[in-house]
C-alpha cells in the first residue's frame, strides 16, 4: 500500500504558473507509474499526466497542449507536476495517483491522494 499527499495549489492568475507536488509512503516508490488527475464540479474526473517507474517515458492529455510538465524524483519520494500558461478551464481539484501494473493505462490507477485545489482567476 502507497499513501499519497498532494501539495502546491492555490489561487493565479490566467498565464501564471504553479508546480505541484506528491509526496509517497508506505511502499517502495519507484515500483509504482505516478499520474496526476483533475476535476472540476460535476464534470469526470479527467487524465492529465503520467510517468513510469524511470521517469522517461511520460504521457500527457492533449488538453495540456505542452503547456505541463510531469517529473519525479525517486529519491525524494516525489512526484511533480509543472503546469505553465494556466487558463481559467485549469481550474479543478488536482489528484495524485499510483498504480502497480506494467502499462500504467489511465483507467489502471487505483491509489489517490486527497487533491489539492487550482483555481484560475480570468
Known amino acids: 500500500q502507497v499513501q499519497l499527499v498532494e501539495s502546491g495549489g492555490g489561487l493565479v492568475q490566467a498565464g501564471g504558473s504553479l508546480r505541484l507536488s506528491c509526496a509517497a509512503s508506505g511502499d517502495t516508490f519507484s515500483n509504482y507509474a505516478m499520474a496526476w488527475f483533475r476535476q472540476a464540479p460535476g464534470k469526470e474526473r479527467e487524465f492529465v499526466a503520467a510517468?513510469?517507474?524511470?521517469?522517461?517515458?511520460?504521457r500527457y492529455a492533449d488538453s495540456t497542449k505542452g503547456r505541463f510538465t510531469i517529473s519525479r524524483v525517486n529519491a525524494k519520494n516525489t512526484v511533480y507536476l509543472q503546469m505553465n500558461s494556466l487558463k481559467p478551464e485549469d481550474t479543478a481539484v488536482y489528484y495524485c495517483a499510483a498504480t502497480k501494473t506494467r502499462r500504467a493505462l489511465p483507467t489502471e490507477f487505483d491509489y489517490w491522494g486527497q487533491g489539492t485545489q487550482v483555481t484560475v482567476s480570468s
Open positions: 510517468i513510469k517507474w524511470l521517469g522517461i517515458d511520460t
